[in-house]
């Protein structure tokens, strides 16, 4: 009987390493989806809703605020370092059809992207909520049917940062008004001020030619695709004057400081007092404040050469592979409520896209003690109005634009290529995404 | 008592035979042939799941247009092959990836039999000594490369601020081909000497000592005992050392990744390896095909540098038969 006993075991052995193999498998996929743990949507039963962000979104006291006015709730906040990751990450889970957090923040540049699949989010369009969102943010999230993708959170409104230390040093005004007054125009305005600036100083005009670029083609209404998502971007003659503009300011005219934006020595840069202006959206001022901690003379304009223009801004969505659609659209709801938009913006600067936020008093009387007291919420409103158009983005437009501040970072950080061959390398990689 | 066991083996073996090969015996015979089987099925059952299956279905996958999160699309036959070959980033990523895999590697192999036999000597606190080239290997990459793309930083990095110092040009550590490799390949040998160190180190000890006092009786001094013992004694391990290099030093990926902010391989995919773009083609390009495409021709590299390896390998080891 022994042999006998010991093929059994071994039998068992075997199936049972095969069953917790396939436990396993079926466990990681529970945690990396958190709410899979609770058992039901049944009422007053505990519940823990993921909230999936980047960067800085000021959501960190309002979900433990959410936590407080629901008991059955619990928000565990998962935060990626770069909206890049965050992007990679959600493609991941909607190809997995797992993983998702209940509320994923998708950022306006790849919200495109992801229209494509309406199927795969939980539709959002709800009276309670209409008439909350300046008009073009809300078309950019709804699908030719009428279904809503996600709730606005931030815009990004640009501005411009500058140093008022270094303006006195090359003989420029200081005043946050009288600058503004001064780079008043268009971009080769503001370029013709950067040249006066940098013959009487050591610092650059600008940071680099990747942020300037941000600014410059998102005022162009159609850049990279057309409506019918031709792929134009190589063709288009405003795309390519643009180039030839931001470089020869860059290079040839010596105005950019060279740093790849978000590298090691781009935070460097601003200890090291390299460069005097740069674009900012509302949201930049966290940024600035955080990598140029100690150094003293940073100002914001209300100004933006070539008239208004938005940088960014972001949307929350449900995935609806999600367990508790319900309860995330609630969350949803309440995060982009114009009044926790505010609390928002206090917390890290996030400018809010909801109309009746625009006019709140808190926003209207804020100001940023790092730069020099400005009245930033009044100049931001400002900016906002100064916005009279959505560009349109299409599909590929993340992956078109890439390539082509790949291009802008060849001939401005890395010196490795002129205009000339860069755009020609562009060409190629735009060709090769087919 | 006597009476009853003879008995009994005879009752046995008259009548139940039949019933009992019927039984016990089929069942003996089965766990004979059978057992073995079970024993190492776990392993079989593992390799398929997780080796073999993602294996082929890599291939179905690279001859269709796949989108990550749209799924299989039509059947493209070897088209994501010739798209892939027929750009300029398979081929950049190819020569990155030897480069960075012959600058990693050969130094790495050198560094650690080096010291390794340091630490074979007679030393004072040998284990503080022995665990502390294991210190690098500890530490997360990621770590690693927040540390290096410091040092590397182009503009007001610490290397180039020394070297500044001394009169010479700051090096494009990021913008440069060669420069990215060595800074990325400096990286990794970090991180893999010590280890590799430490298995030469446990080879060296399993070298019979009475072969050193026989060739330092023989007038042979340490570098010449070193060179004519050690190394010969060592061989299988280098040539394990050497495999398992290779087959890392292809597939190079946190390194590169991170050594700067967006993790693509630079603006002119300068450090961008072979895993990268693969990366980079499923992940943000959502090119399923396109990136299973690379990831078979990735394994066929492997393949032929294996067999390479296997030949030199050969080669090596003649001269221990013949003898």
Redesign the interface.
């Known amino acids: 009987m022994q042999p006998t006993r010991r093929t059994i075991t071994a039998a068992v052995a075997t199936t049972a390493l095969t069953l917790s193999l396939a436990a396993c498998g079926g466990g990681a996929d529970e945690g990396s989806n958190d709410d899979n743990d609770s058992s039901g949507e049944a009422g007053g039963e505990q519940i823990t809703l993921t909230v999936a962000t980047f960067n800085e979104f000021g959501y960190e006291e309002l979900l433990t605020e959410y936590e407080s006015l629901h008991d059955n709730i619990t928000v565990e906040h998962v935060k990626a370092d770069t909206a890049d990751n965050a992007r990679d990450a959600l493609r991941n889970s909607l190809g997995a059809d797992s993983g998702a957090a209940d509320i994923e923040a998708i950022e306006i540049d790849w919200l495109v992207e992801f229209m494509q699949y309406p199927d795969k989010f939980a539709d959002l369009a709800d009276p309670a909520v209409e008439g909350r969102w300046q008009d073009w943010k809300v078309d950019a999230a709804t699908t030719e049917d009428g279904k809503l993708i996600g709730y606005g959170t931030d815009n990004g409104p640009q501005a411009i940062c500058y140093r008022a230390d270094l303006f006195e040093e090359a003989g420029l005004p200081t005043d946050r008004d009288e600058v503004a007054a001064l780079l008043e125009g268009d971009w080769q305005h503001y370029f013709d001020v950067g040249k006066d600036f940098v013959a009487a100083s050591d610092a650059a005009w600008f940071d680099s030619a990747n942020a300037t670029w941000q600014g410059m083609i998102n005022q162009v209404e159609v850049a990279y695709q057309d409506e019918s998502g031709e792929i134009i971007a190589t063709t288009n003659p405003e795309v390519k004057e643009l180039y030839d503009a931001v470089l020869t300011a860059a290079v040839d005219d010596e105005l950019s400081a060279g740093l790849g934006q978000w590298s090691a020595d781009w935070n460097d840069g601003f200890q090291q007092s390299s460069f005097a202006t740069m674009l900012c959206p509302g949201w930049m001022l966290g940024v600035v404040e955080g990598a140029a901690e100690g150094v003293e003379g940073w100002d914001v304009a209300n100004v933006f050469p070539g008239g208004g223009g938005n940088w960014g801004g972001s949307y929350l969505t449900v995935p609806a592979q999600g367990d508790h659609v319900e309860e995330a659209q609630a969350l949803a709801t309440w995060l982009t409520d114009p009044e926790q938009q505010i609390k928002a913006f206090e917390a890290k600067g996030t400018f809010p896209s909801q109309v009746e936020a625009l006019e709140s008093e808190t926003l209207l009387a804020s100001t940023n003690a790092f730069f020099n007291d400005a009245p930033t919420g009044e100049i931001f409103v400002d900016r906002a109005n100064a916005i009279t158009f959505q560009p349109h983005k299409g599909p590929d437009y993340f992956s078109i634009n890439t390539a082509l501040q790949d291009a802008l970072t060849r001939v401005d950080v890395d010196g490795t290529d002129d205009a000339a061959t860069s755009w020609d390398k562009f060409v190629a990689d735009v060709e090769a995404l087919g | 008592m006597s009476t009853t066991s003879t008995l009994r083996p005879r009752a046995e073996t008259a009548e139940p035979p039949p019933k009992r090969i019927g039984f ?1 015996g089929r ?2 015979r ?2 004979l042939k ?2 073995p089987y ?2 190492i ?2 392993f079989f ?2 390799f398929f ?1 997780t080796g073999l299956f993602p294996l082929v279905y890599t291939g179905w996958v690279a001859v269709h247009d796949w989108d ?4 299989q699309g039509e059947f493209v036959g070897a088209k994501n092959f010739t ?1 892939v070959l027929g ?3 398979f081929w950049k990523a190819l020569g990155n990836t030897f480069s960075i895999f012959v600058l990693s590697s050969v130094p790495q192999v050198i560094a650690a039999i080096t010291i390794a036999a340091l630490l074979d000597a007679n030393l004072r606190a040998k284990t503080f000594w022995r665990m502390g080239v294991l210190l690098p290997y500890v530490v997360a990459p990621v770590a690693v490369s927040l540390i290096f ?2 040092l590397f ?5 610490l290397i180039n601020s020394l070297i500044g110092l001394v009169g010479i040009d700051p090096i ?1 550590w ?3 081909r060669l420069p990215s490799h060595i800074a990325i390949a400096t990286m990794v040998n970090f991180r893999w000497t010590g280890y590799n160190a430490l298995i030469f180190l446990a080879a060296m000890q399993a070298i019979p000592r009475d072969l050193y006092e026989q060739a330092s009786i023989d007038g042979a001094g340490k570098i010449r005992q070193f060179f004519s013992v050690t190394v010969p004694m060592l061989r299988p391990t280098i040539i394990f050392i050497v495999i398992t290099s290779t087959i890392g030093g292809l597939q190079i990926f946190d390194e590169a990744r991170l050594y ?5 391989g ?3 995919g ?1 450090w961008q390896t072979l895993t990268i773009l693969l990366y980079e083609q499923g ?4 090119n399923f095909g396109r990136a299973s495409a690379t990831a078979v021709l990735l394994f066929l590299i492997i393949v032929v540098i294996g067999v390479i390896n296997y030949l030199i390998i050969r080669l090596i080891s003649t001269p221990e038969v013949k003898r």
């Open positions: 016990g069942l003996s089965w766990d059978l057992s079970l024993y099925s776990p059952i593992l799941v990550l999160i749209m799924g798209d750009g300029r980033d793309s410091n930083a182009d503009k007001y990095g494009a990021h913008g440069e700067d902010q967006f993790g693509r630079g603006a002119d300068q992940w943000t390009q959502s």
